[in-house]
């Protein structure tokens, strides 16, 4: 750590041991250094939490995490100190009792545990989670981890320590939990800083956070040793940790973002809204995905730990002690109410991925603009028709559309105008073919498949030239185009057929059958507009007489008002 930041660490590091040695001197009387204590305790509180707070507000991803987390913690730890404090400089209380400035102090790890875990990063899957769940399973994953941990201290050791220590059982309980907690938050920062990308990301944060919190450790060591030996006093020197602590933690939060500090792009990365901000988020990051499963089974790990060690005691004393049995159950709930929310949220994210797979199906056989079938998915289509032709299945005919003067729309309207145009006119040729299949073969071009014998693809094509020229209002100015329609004929294959020497339409592939609706469309587009021209299923090309199909359409349908047939807006065919 060099430059501006080194000397304000060596400045504020320089006025805590001036405070330090003020108040452990003795020249200002007891009264007065406690009262110093007191105020230069509770200022690096309150300072540290101002600090992080409004850092947070200019970091974004973990960085901006882990601030929130300690502010909201060294919130807690100041109101606890606030008591704490009344205790002591009003009350004149040498060692306060257990009261409720533990509680403040209590939640301090709480909150600390999940602000070191969001050093790990943010994996793909965690970030897609919800900033609401990753907070909630933050915040119990601290509360367990921490329970856990002292249960297996009660069970083990520290139960017989406090039943036979001089003090009150109660007061050593809370004060020997200060140092179990602080050596929980010491070791994780010695597993983050082991970790190479870790630790080269954010090097100065860690070591300031780290030494802060050995800095409360240490103190709380000292004030856990004082109960249990009986004492009636805390030295005010040995309180030094305390303000030495807050005021590092606040340093850490200061830290400035250095190039160390800068997510690295080396690797591949996903530059989108996580559960924390905005931050790229590592595509393949192995320490993001071993600290994610890290704080997923910690706290089962934990609980596991618990039941053999209880079951052994069990064994081997045949009771357990009460304190144990009522911490336990505490933790077993947490625990559950832990998996609820991991439930719930997995069966968000499994409707939320179902959803995401049909959308993305529905794209991929749908064009966006239309919603009609797009060119693979017809081509499947397609196949199948010409599959059921050649085994004597089904007769098909094949149409291509082509609209007239399409560009003039366009250039009149804009392509905003002709988009409109399009949507319309594809609802009317969902109308027209009925149960056949539509799709957009391209721009301003659609493709049909009439299930039916040749004659009914001629009314068909013909109904869709009828329909086309029903002028659709566009701005306030009616607009009309004709359509030329190609058609191919995909009969079935009898044993009448077997000798025919001929080339039909069944004996052709797919491409081949849209290479011929495509020559006859254009047949069409050469004779005029709004054409009919069709291959029949020996392969010869005639006109199609309008009129004379107009004279037997009857009533049409309502190409205005008609809907879609759902029917048609699947995916690819599943007839054998």
């Not at 405070?19 to 105020?39: A, C, K, Q, T, Y």
Request: aromatic letters at 6%; glycine letters at 10%.
């Amino acid at each position: 750590m060099a430059g501006s930041a080194g000397r304000r660490v060596l400045v504020v590091l320089g006025c805590v041991l001036a405070v330090v040695l003020l108040v452990g001197s003795g020249v200002l009387g007891h009264r007065i250094s406690v009262l110093i204590d007191d105020v230069a305790q509770l200022a690096g509180g309150i300072a540290a939490t101002v600090v992080c707070g409004r850092t947070a507000r200019s970091r974004t991803g973990s960085e901006r995490q882990w601030r929130v987390l300690m502010a909201a913690g060294m919130a807690c730890w100041s109101a606890g100190m606030a008591v704490w404090a009344f205790y002591r400089s009003v009350l004149d209380m040498p060692l306060p009792t257990a009261s409720v400035a533990d509680l403040g102090f209590f939640l301090f790890p709480v909150f600390a545990v999940p602000a070191l875990f969001a050093f790990v990063g943010v994996s793909p899957r965690r970030a897609a989670a919800g900033a609401r769940h990753i907070w909630l399973m933050s915040l119990l994953d601290g509360a367990v981890v921490v329970g856990s941990l002292f249960v297996l201290s009660w069970a083990t050791v520290l139960g017989a320590v406090v039943h036979s220590s001089e003090s009150e059982p109660i007061e050593f309980l809370v004060a020997v939990m200060y140092p179990i907690t602080d050596l929980v938050l010491v070791a994780m920062i010695v597993l983050l800083i082991v970790i190479p990308t870790i630790a080269a990301r954010y090097r100065s944060q860690l070591t300031l956070l780290g030494a802060g919190i050995l800095m409360l450790a240490i103190s709380d060591s000292i004030y856990a040793y004082l109960v249990a030996i009986g004492a009636e006093f805390m030295p005010v020197l040995t309180d030094g940790g305390f303000i030495a602590g807050t005021a590092l933690i606040a340093l850490a939060a200061a830290t400035p973002r250095t190039l160390d500090d800068r997510p690295s792009t080396s690797g591949p990365v996903t530059y989108g809204p996580s559960a924390y901000g905005r931050e790229p988020v590592a595509l393949t990051s192995t320490a993001s995905v071993a600290g994610e499963r890290t704080q997923m089974l910690l706290p089962y790990a934990l609980m596991g730990a618990i039941g053999i060690v209880l079951a052994v005691l069990r064994v081997l004393t045949g009771t357990l002690d009460s304190t144990v049995i009522v911490l336990g159950v505490a933790v077993v709930l947490l625990s559950l109410v832990r998996q609820m929310v991991t439930l719930i949220q997995n069966d968000n994210l499994l409707r939320s991925l179902t959803l995401a797979r049909d959308e993305l199906t529905y794209r991929a056989h749908h064009d966006g603009l239309t919603g009609l079938l797009n060119r693979s998915s017809f081509d499947e289509h397609l196949r199948a028709a010409v599959n059921d032709a050649r085994a004597g299945r089904q007769s098909s005919v094949l149409l291509l559309i082509d609209l007239d003067n399409f560009k003039s729309v366009n250039d009149r309207f804009g392509h905003g105008g002709g988009d409109e145009l399009l949507i319309e006119l594809a609802r009317r040729l969902n109308t027209c073919v009925g149960e056949g299949v539509v799709a957009r073969f391209g721009g301003d071009e659609f493709t049909a498949l009439v299930y039916a014998d040749l004659d009914t693809g001629h009314a068909t094509a013909v109904r869709i030239a009828e329909a086309m020229q029903t002028p659709h209002d566009i701005d306030g100015h009616p607009v009309s185009v004709g359509a030329c329609v190609g058609v191919v004929e995909i009969g079935r294959a009898t044993e009448a057929d077997a000798d025919h020497t001929a080339p039909r339409t069944t004996d052709i592939d797919e491409d081949e059958l849209m290479r011929l609706a495509d020559r006859a469309m254009y047949r069409a587009k050469r004779e005029g507009k709004a054409r009919v021209y069709a291959y029949d299923i020996m392969g010869a090309l005639s006109a199609v007489p309008i009129d004379t199909y107009r004279d037997n359409l009857g009533t049409r349908p309502n190409i205005v008002a008609g809907e879609p047939d759902p029917a048609r807006l699947m995916g690819p065919p599943t007839r054998t």
